[in-house]
């Protein structure tokens, strides 16, 4: 037995031994092809110089140890083992972007603070802005053309039994909510995906939304894309290019489906129910008209491209991502060339963008057709912003008692709380 | 270079152990020698030379002390050797604290302008092989063991680099047959304990000390004034725990270095959180420091055998007092070292009593709050913010409140810290405990604690790689 024993050991300890060699020969010679980490900065570091100068002040070896923290071998896999953990163990999300729901139910960091309210703007903040929407639509209506909002669904209205508990105080009102009261009270066209997708979620042949993905599924898009042209007929009073739906494939989530579980670089799949990813073709029938349009929106517009919805437009439509052009906000000059060349205009917008509704299109286009100089931020002062949400707080009895208690806690005074908090939101929206 | 760092886990040690392993006897002591000087200079480029001159002056003074019978040179050469240490020690560590204080006088009383004075930056290690090379002068002194013949392994003593920078404090005689031959330990099953200790306390260190860790900065980096009672607990709490995983661990790696090299290092650690008294619980926590300050303090200023009580109650406190400044130069280690030895004295005077009487559980909880209470002391830099903090704690301005910072995660571990805390308060946990860390292993055994030590070795480097927070409480003494 001791003779086992003592062949046992003398074999154990070396295996021990190249276990822990193993990240130095892997990031020497590169022997195992390993998976690279999704947001991570790609390209190697610079391997730090040595001279007894930096050696002496010991900025050598910070550097050094920084650098081989960073990129010892099988550091990728290192990052994947504690993400696992901590989602499978813990529920814990190691991005920043991402909040981890029940049974596996991924949703945005910023569409959390937006179904809670957490974003809210104030009552008179959105008033200003639907106001100058009321503007740009009538006067693109003079213009004969048409302006459209579209608002993509929230997961987590869509989904809500999934959500996480929410660990902040939250308000009884949300920037939709008031945004949606205040946008039918000014006759916008709106196209609302929010209760579509609630009243379908679990009635369709597909998933509409994928539990692993920040935005509505590939299927889901599809049927967005459906809805939109037929909308976009009804107010453009022409036929447009008519989407036939040809064969269904069937598989694992992946593309866009999977984007929020991506962001989380875990070692292993979060299983998810097979996914429909739809071909579709465009008929152009003989009095299909494909209006010119100028499109401003935020990622959702992804599945509604790669579905083909630009195949229902004239070519010379334009895109433009958060109102950006190359990474550069469009200037009014190129605003007011796409509208002089488009038939309608659509803002498209997930719920939580209305925080920061068209990117600084409403904005410029205001503007531009006021013919003025000022924006929205130099226009409305930080004080009266201030003012106004405080005035918000103080109607809002949820949010008001909140604070209160919140107050009573830190032992401050009800006002100041309120201009604390008041100051928080606007600090915050002037971050976002 | 900490233990718990991807540059020590994947490069140093590996190279250092593969190198150990497949080198000849001989050169064994100059490897570690090397590597040490290597591991120190790495995080104390300037002072590796300080400690490299102070051992030259210290091997030959106890040289010259060790060759004479006369009783004058050999108390001069044991009073220099001493001077010269503590004198480097107070240097580095208390003249900031000193000159500050003098300023604080000078400005508030005199109204007159500043010392002005270059803050000086503390030598790594510096208080724990202080400690060390006294040691050696006084039980060469003392005649405990003869001093060694070679200078090198004078050197290697000091500089060993498992416990230089965080202990434990290992006296020279403890150590001093070790390091001309351990060759009896150098086997594989020692190397293999080894290798599992130091996966045992990476493991305390970084996936439990490191998350009460977090959750004790983002309490106590808040306003003292806004926290209600229940953060406050959870704050002193946090700390309680981490300070313990942490120096634990730490001293649980340094072991596990120690045997891996044939070395037997003391250990520093025995379940402190079970003790059933303050006077027990410093037989338990940071053993090695205490044995010192018994062996080389309180016993020379006459220890139990003194005429009076209150002889013997104000050399405890004093002995303490200094346990606290040995910690840090600030009025709150003072205090937190003055706490200990108040209730030391008490003890002595009656509270050992009331203890026994009221049973295990209840003087076990009484001893983890007054120890959880002396914490916050250690935690919060100035003295008057501690006693705000623990207004908080035991005068609560607001009961209920939200807990900051809680997830299933601080938890989960916060559990697990309770229960490997008090794991050894039943027979039982005592039991499985000595299997795991001294009895000898079978092979199924073996099986069982390498594919641990492979997981938490895994587990403790992807934690490391993915945060920046890794600190070592203990480094900055």
């Known amino acids: ?432 | 270079m900490v233990f718990s760092s991807i540059i020590f886990i994947f490069y140093f040690l590996p190279l250092f152990l593969l190198a150990y392993l497949l080198i000849g006897k001989n050169y064994k002591n100059g490897l570690i020698l090397v590597a040490s000087i290597f591991f120190y200079s790495w995080g104390a480029p300037k002072f590796i030379f300080v400690i490299l001159g102070t051992t030259l002056l210290d091997f030959f003074l106890v040289r010259w002390m060790s060759n004479t019978d006369k009783r004058f040179y050999r108390r001069l050469m044991l009073t220099l050797s001493v001077s010269v240490n503590l004198g480097l020690l107070i240097y580095f560590k208390y003249s900031n604290f000193f000159i500050e204080n003098i300023n604080g006088i000078i400005t508030s009383v005199f109204h007159a302008k500043e010392i002005t004075w270059t803050k000086l930056v503390l030598p790594l290690g510096i208080s724990f092989y202080t400690f060390e090379t006294i040691t050696y002068v006084v039980d060469v002194y003392r005649g405990i063991h003869k001093p060694l013949k070679n200078f090198w392994d004078y050197q290697l003593y000091i500089i060993l680099f498992p416990k230089l920078i965080a202990g434990p404090i290992i006296r020279y005689h403890e150590l001093a047959d070790q390091i001309t031959d351990r060759s009896e330990f150098e086997t594989n099953e020692n190397r293999l304990m080894g290798l599992y200790r130091f996966a045992i306390g990476l493991g305390k260190k970084v996936l439990i000390a490191n998350v009460m860790g977090e959750q004790a900065n983002l309490i106590f980096g808040k306003e003292y004034g806004s926290i209600s009672l229940y953060t406050a607990w959870l704050g002193a709490l946090a700390y309680t725990f981490q300070i313990y995983f942490d120096f634990s661990g730490y001293s649980d790696m340094a072991i596990g270095l120690g045997k891996i090299m044939g070395f037997r290092f003391p250990e520093n650690f025995n379940n402190p959180y079970t003790s059933r008294s303050i006077t027990e619980f410093w037989r338990r926590w940071h053993i090695t420091l205490g044995n010192w300050m018994k062996n080389y303090l309180y016993i020379p200023l006459g220890g139990n055998r003194v005429n009076n009580k209150f002889r013997l109650y104000f050399n405890l406190w004093l002995v303490f007092l200094a346990s606290g400044l040995w910690h840090g130069a600030s009025w709150s280690f003072v205090f937190w070292g003055a706490y200990h030895g108040f209730f030391l004295v008490i003890e002595r005077m009656f509270l050992l009593k009331v203890f026994d009487k009221i049973g295990k559980l209840l003087s076990t909880l009484i001893t983890f709050i007054i120890v959880a209470t002396g914490w916050v002391f250690f935690r919060v830099e100035k003295l008057s913010d501690a006693f705000i903090y623990l207004q908080h704690m035991f005068g609560p301005k607001f009961i209920g409140g939200h807990l900051i910072g809680t997830d299933l995660r601080f938890w989960v571990l916060f559990s697990v810290s309770i229960l490997f805390s008090f794991f050894t308060f039943f027979k039982r946990g005592q039991k499985i405990q000595d299997t795991v860390y001294f009895d000898s292993y079978t092979v199924s055994r073996h099986t069982i604690l390498a594919s641990i030590s492979v997981i938490l070795i895994a587990l403790c480097s992807a934690a490391i790689t993915s945060t920046d927070f890794n600190p070592f409480i203990y480094f900055r003494f």
């Open chain 1, 1 to 432: 037995m001791q003779v086992i024993q003592a062949k046992y050991t003398k074999f154990l300890y070396p295996v021990l031994l190249c276990f822990i060699l193993l990240p130095l020969l892997e990031s020497n010679l590169n022997f195992v092809d390993v998976k690279r980490l999704n947001g991570a900065v790609v390209g190697k570091d610079t391997i730090p110089v040595f001279s007894f100068k930096k050696w002496f002040s010991g900025s050598f070896q910070s550097q050094e140890e920084k650098f081989v923290n960073d990129s010892f071998g099988f550091r990728n896999i290192c990052v994947r083992i504690n993400n696992q953990v901590d989602y499978s163990l813990f529920n814990r999300s190691h991005s920043s972007d991402i909040e981890i729901g029940k049974n596996g139910y991924l949703y945005g960091t910023l569409s959390m603070d937006c179904i809670y309210g957490n974003d809210f703007l104030g009552t008179a903040s959105i008033s200003r802005s639907v106001s100058k929407l009321k503007f740009i639509n009538d006067t693109l209506a003079k213009l004969g053309k048409i302006f459209v909002l579209i608002i993509a669904p929230h997961k987590g209205l869509v989904c809500p039994e999934e959500l996480a508990e929410y660990p902040y105080p939250f308000r009884d009102t949300t920037n939709y909510e008031v945004y949606l009261k205040l946008l039918k009270q000014a006759q916008i066209h709106v196209v609302d995906f929010n209760n579509y997708f609630k009243t379908r979620i679990n009635k369709t042949k597909y998933p509409i939304e994928c539990k692993t993905g920040v935005h509505w599924s590939s299927y889901g898009g599809a049927l967005a894309g459906d809805s939109i042209i037929r909308y976009l007929e009804s107010v453009l009073h022409i036929k447009m290019p008519k989407p036939v739906w040809g064969d269904m494939n069937l598989s694992k989530a992946k593309m866009h489906d999977i984007d929020a579980e991506q962001t989380l670089n875990l070692l292993f799949d979060i299983p998810s129910p097979l996914m429909a990813y739809p071909t579709i073709k465009y008929e152009n029938g003989p009095d299909a008209i494909k209006p010119r349009a100028m499109i401003v929106g935020d990622s959702f517009y992804d599945e509604l491209a790669e579905n083909g919805i630009g195949n229902v437009f004239d070519k010379s439509s334009n895109y433009w991502y958060y109102f950006t052009n190359y990474g550069m906000k469009l200037s009014r000059n190129q605003v007011k060339d796409e509208i002089g060349q488009s038939n309608v205009v659509i803002l498209l917008t997930a719920q939580y963008n209305l925080a920061r509704i068209g990117w600084g299109f409403v904005d410029t286009t205001y503007c531009m057709f006021k013919n003025i100089n000022s924006v929205h931020s130099q226009e409305e002062s930080r004080a009266e912003k201030l003012e106004d949400v405080k005035e918000d707080i103080k109607l809002n009895v949820n949010w008001l008692r909140q604070i209160e208690a919140g107050a009573y806690e830190k032992g401050v005074s009800l006002d100041s709380a309120i201009k604390g908090n008041a100051s928080w939101i606007i600090n915050n929206q002037a971050k976002n």
